[in-house]
């Protein structure tokens, strides 16, 4: 399921974000931590993932001002000062995958909900949870075009 390494992209972007790190230097600082990391999951951080995390935060990085508009139509009654900036870092790498990556929703949403549970506060992953399903409804409603999902 990739989980480590939508979890890796995760602590990258934040650091990015959030504490203005160039996003290459935060990603390498982000998995020399998660190197040493025992995995509860039995999930290796291989090769395979390291890319796809890499492939995460780029493909973000090209669309962020679409994904943040897509964000921000779809969260109802919050703006991005007013949330958790780890479900927001969360939110954005998953609205990224959901519209630009083959990965089908249901096991993409799962994991988001996952690392929010970990990383964020006590609401954070019912929180992801309902933004990403409104979002999968938009696109399930033709409303949002999203790339064609593996079977």
């Given amino acids: 399921m990739l989980r480590r390494a939508r979890e890796l992209a995760m602590r990258a972007l934040f650091a990015h974000t959030q504490g203005g790190m160039d996003l290459e230097e935060a990603f390498r600082h982000a998995l020399a931590e998660m190197g040493g990391e025992e995995d509860a999951y039995g999930d290796p951080l291989d090769q395979e993932g390291v890319a ?13 001002e679409e994904v943040d508009r897509v964000l921000r139509e779809t969260v109802e009654g919050w703006d991005f000062a007013q949330m958790s900036k780890t479900d927001l870092t969360v939110l954005r790498l998953a609205t990224y995958e959901m519209l630009y990556e083959p990965t089908p929703f249901a096991p993409l949403i799962e994991v988001a909900v996952k690392i929010a549970n970990r990383y964020g506060g006590e609401h954070s992953g019912a929180f992801v949870n309902g933004v990403l399903g409104r979002l999968y409804r938009r696109i399930q409603g033709g409303e949002l075009k999203a790339v064609p999902k593996e079977d």
Avoid: N, S, T
Avoid at 52 to 64: D, M, S
């Fill in 52 to 64: 796809f995390a890499r492939r995460l935060l780029e493909g973000y990085k090209a669309h962020a």
